[in-house]
């Protein structure tokens, strides 16, 4: 019989955890002449009682499975620790609030056991719970990233994915620092098939996210799959030579045919704001591939186990 891993990052997630564990536990009973499953929680270093829900669950039953993180190392290294171990043949990520409807698992099972996918992939198709600002800076991100990254990235793409144990261990073969999952997900290529869903409330607790932590999360995500930042950067500086240049010419055509009165200093001071500006953007730009390349060749670990369900199994 094949086995599902399902993989739950989960960070402060105290409330819903039991909520969670008894929703898909309700799929799992109807889908058990099907398959079997194990349960691979990984705790990202909660400050709440998540640890302790966790043991509770995996004293009760044998299939739950857990690794607690030594701090918060953020939902990517969750996953990724997850993910490598995991032992299933299908391996899928949720998150722990419910928003992954587990209902839709049974139909992503059968779409991997017919043969011809190696992915069963969700995407939402509205955006309920989330504010206003956050879902036009989606937008803006899915356009832009789709304009200069030659990886597709699905608008509206759920980390909720049944894969194969192949396609995982693709992804988990690429130990890179700066993680960005719905990327990776999408490099390793192998044949998804996308299922609509609409995404509900929030189950319980509260979101992670705040905006700049999903605003930096994206600026990850496009140093990580597109180098046109730095072309952009290149092309103001060439555009800037040029527009230079020709009022250099300009200015030495009118000087010789009207002289030179003094002048224009308030004007001088604009451009030299607008230039060092600029300056400074692509610097920035520069420095943010710089700093991330930095980061990677240190080849610090990604995440750092403190305990797992063996412990307490001992
Ligand atoms: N999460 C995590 N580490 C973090 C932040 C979040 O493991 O540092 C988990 C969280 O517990 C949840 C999932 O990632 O299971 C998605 O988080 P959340 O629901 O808060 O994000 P949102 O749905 O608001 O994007
Ligand atoms: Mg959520």
């Given amino acids: 019989m094949k086995k599902i891993s399902i993989v739950v990052p989960c960070y402060n997630e105290e409330e819903s955890l ?90 992503m099972f059968d779409t991997l056991e017919a043969g011809e996918y190696d992915c069963c992939a969700t995407k939402s198709t509205n955006r309920k719970g989330y504010s206003f600002l956050r879902k036009t800076f989606t937008k803006w991100f899915y356009s832009i990233i ?35 999952s719905k990327g990776l997900f999408s490099f390793v290529g192998f044949q998804t098939k996308w299922i609509d869903f609409e995404i509900e409330d929030r189950q319980a607790g509260v979101s992670k996210f705040n905006f700049w932590k999903l605003f930096s999360y994206a600026i990850e995500g496009i140093v990580a799959f597109s180098t046109s930042p730095l072309v952009f950067a290149a092309l103001v500086g060439i555009i800037f030579c040029i527009i230079a240049f020709i009022m250099i010419i300009f200015i030495i055509i009118k000087t010789l045919v009207w002289g030179d009165p003094v002048g224009g200093w308030p004007s001088m001071v604009c451009i030299m704001f607008l230039v060092g500006g600029i300056q400074l953007f692509c610097t920035g730009i520069i420095g943010e591939y710089l700093a991330k390349t930095y980061l990677e060749t240190k080849h610090r670990p990604i995440y750092i186990i403190k305990e797992t369900e063996k412990d307490i199994r001992k």
Wanted: hydrophobic share 35%.
């Fill in 146 to 180: 789709g304009k200069i990254s030659k990886i597709e990235m699905v608008p509206g793409a759920r980390d909720f994915r049944l894969m194969t144990r192949q396609m995982v261990d693709a992804i988990i073969s690429m130990r890179e620092y700066n993680r960005y």
């Fill in 18 to 107: 039991p909520l969670f564990y008894d929703e898909v536990n309700k799929i799992t009973e109807q889908m058990k002449k099907k398959c079997e499953f194990e349960f691979v929680f990984v705790n990202d270093g909660s400050k709440d009682h998540t640890l302790e829900e966790l043991r509770k669950l995996a004293k009760k039953d044998k299939r739950v499975r857990y690794i607690s993180f030594s701090r918060n190392f953020g939902k990517e290294a969750g996953m990724l620790a997850g993910l490598e171990h995991a032992t299933g043949d299908y391996i899928t990520t949720m998150d722990a609030d419910l928003q992954d409807p587990p209902a839709l698992l049974e139909e």
